[in-house]
């Protein structure tokens, strides 16, 4: 079946411009969490969702960073104001009920010049 | 990820040698614990977990040895093959966020 998907692949900004980032987790996942990785290291996790409510928001970095899982699928991460502290690789996971294995989709690498 | 210290960093194994890769944590909430593998371009997918009530797994050539009292467990990779080369982060976690360590770059050599 079709994996977590992922777009865009690749999104260019400008430092203060407004990015939507989005995900296509596995159909019937229930729980959903968006990671960030930086180059080089490992990735570090932001906000984690089960069906639409948003179960766990402690690792979104400050108030510019924000997401949304209206209808309990896809995620949309938002990021207001970008800087230029804020390129990385952006991972999305989604995960079965009652499973810990986390299955991650390609990322969208995000560069803010 | 100052909780979770991986090494070694980068390891390079001549082909059909063995791989050992450590991780080792601090928070002792932890009660799961997964090595992800994860390929240039790619987001990490999972290799092999155990939880903490074993003190090893292995699945094929993979195999996890868990030290519970230590607060260590490693990742050996048999027979290692070319196709192994990438990234390994070990991510153990307790509730449902994974704590990814710094990563391993693994190189197999012909």
């Known amino acids: 079946g079709a994996g977590v998907s992922q777009t865009p692949s690749n999104k260019v900004t400008e430092k203060g411009k407004y990015v939507e980032l989005r995900c296509d987790p596995i159909?019937?996942?229930?729980?959903l969490y968006w990671y960030r990785q930086s180059l080089g290291q490992g990735p570090e996790f932001l906000i984690y969702f089960q069906g639409t409510g948003a179960a766990d928001d402690s690792g979104l970095p400050n108030d510019r960073f924000f997401a949304v899982r209206p209808e309990g699928s896809v995620s949309t991460l938002k990021i207001q104001r970008t800087e230029r502290g804020d390129s990385a690789v952006y991972l999305c996971?989604?995960?079965?009920?009652?499973?810990?294995?986390?299955?991650f989709g390609p990322g969208t690498r995000l560069t803010v010049l | 990820q100052q909780q979770v210290k991986q090494s070694p960093q980068s390891l390079i194994v001549q082909k059909g040698g063995i791989s050992i890769i450590n991780c080792a944590y601090e928070?002792?909430?932890?009660?799961?614990f997964p090595w992800y593998q994860q390929f240039p371009g790619k987001g990490p997918a999972l290799l092999i977990a155990i939880r903490p009530d074993v003190s090893e797994k292995k699945e094929g050539r993979f195999t996890i040895s868990f030290n519970k009292s230590a607060k260590q467990f490693s990742l050996h990779i048999m027979d290692s093959q070319p196709g192994d080369s990438a990234t390994y982060f070990c991510?153990?976690?307790?509730?449902?966020?994974?704590?990814f360590g710094g990563g391993t770059r693994l190189m197999v050599k012909t």
């Open positions: 991510a153990p976690s307790w509730g449902n966020m994974l704590t």
């Open positions: 159909s019937g996942h229930t729980a």
């Open positions: 928070n002792t909430a932890f009660d799961y």
């Open positions: 996971a989604s995960s079965p009920e009652n499973t810990d294995t986390q299955y």
